[in-house]
Each structure stands twice: as C-alpha cells, then as structure tokens.
C-alpha cells in the first residue's frame, strides 16, 4: 500500500526482481525526505528547535517525517491516483455477483460529494489486510 511504501513501514518483500525495485524507491524516498528534513530543520528560531527535536533521526530513515508528511498529504495522493486515472477507472468491479459484476458508482470520491480518502486500512497492520 502506498501509505506504508511512503512511511516506510512496507512488509511486502516480493522476488528478487521487485525487491532490487522497492529498495530503489526506498533509496529514493529517503533521499527526499533527508532534503525535506535538512529544509526544516536548517532554519533558526524557537520553531527549529522544535522541529529539530521533533524530526530528530539517527538512523536517516525519517520515520517520524515520513508519517507527518503522508498525513498532511494523503488526501493529495489519493486524489491523484483515484480521480486522474482514466475514465475514472481505479475502481474495478467488487460488487453484484460474479455474472453482474459492479463498479462502486456510489462511492466515487471524485464528483466532490465524498472526497475523503478511505481511513479504514490507513492503520490497519498490513498483515491483517
């Protein structure tokens, strides 16, 4: 799940090929987040003191940042994926039965009527999904 990729909390290891990939990403991520992090916590005054103490991370992983910033930005990236895909073609059919299959038209999170993005796995442990 994308949330766990970016708070870097990802259980999933897949083959070799994948794994060579998620450690790229994960590469990747950490390099954004240490810029993110150094731009925080270079500036001066009572807020960087905080933030450094806040955002304080001896291992560079940013842990910490990582999950402030996927909770400032979720509904952003949900966005971005659920009403930018084509058609609004995200949704697959999950409902009716295997000869009438259904798309969720109801719960489009596009039209502006339920925008929010679904909470109800964001927390969950990624074993139990």
Same mark, same amino acid.
């Given at each position: 799940?994308?949330?766990?990729?970016? %708070?870097? /909390?990802?259980?999933?290891? !897949?083959?070799?090929?994948?794994?060579?990939? &998620?450690?790229?990403?994960?590469? #990747?991520?950490?390099? =954004?987040?240490?810029? =993110?992090? +150094? !731009?925080?916590? +270079?500036? &001066?005054?009572?807020? #960087?003191?905080?933030?450094?103490? &806040?955002? /304080?991370? #001896?291992? /560079?992983?940013?842990? /910490?940042?990582?999950?402030?910033?996927?909770?400032?930005? %979720?509904?952003?990236?949900?966005?971005? =994926?659920?009403?930018?895909? !084509?058609?609004?073609?995200?949704?697959? $059919?999950?409902? !009716? *039965?295997?000869?009438? $299959? +259904?798309?969720t038209?109801? *719960?489009?999170?596009?039209?502006?009527? #339920?925008?929010?993005? $679904?909470?109800?796995f964001?927390?969950? $442990?990624?074993?139990? &999904?």
């Amino acid at each position: 799940d994308i949330g766990d990729i970016v %708070r870097g /909390k990802d259980l999933f290891l !897949g083959n070799d090929e994948e794994k060579k990939k &998620r450690d790229e990403l994960e590469e #990747n991520l950490q390099k =954004i987040f240490a810029k =993110i992090h +150094s !731009g925080l916590t +270079s500036t &001066r005054g009572k807020q #960087n003191g905080e933030l450094q103490e &806040r955002y /304080k991370d #001896n291992d /560079k992983n940013f842990f /910490k940042l990582r999950e402030d910033w996927w909770t400032a930005n %979720r509904h952003t990236v949900w966005e971005a =994926i659920t009403c930018n895909a !084509g058609g609004g073609t995200y949704f697959r $059919p999950t409902c !009716g *039965d295997a000869l009438n $299959p +259904s798309l969720t038209q109801g *719960d489009c999170r596009c039209d502006g009527a #339920n925008v929010d993005p $679904p909470t109800y796995f964001d927390y969950v $442990p990624q074993y139990l &999904r």
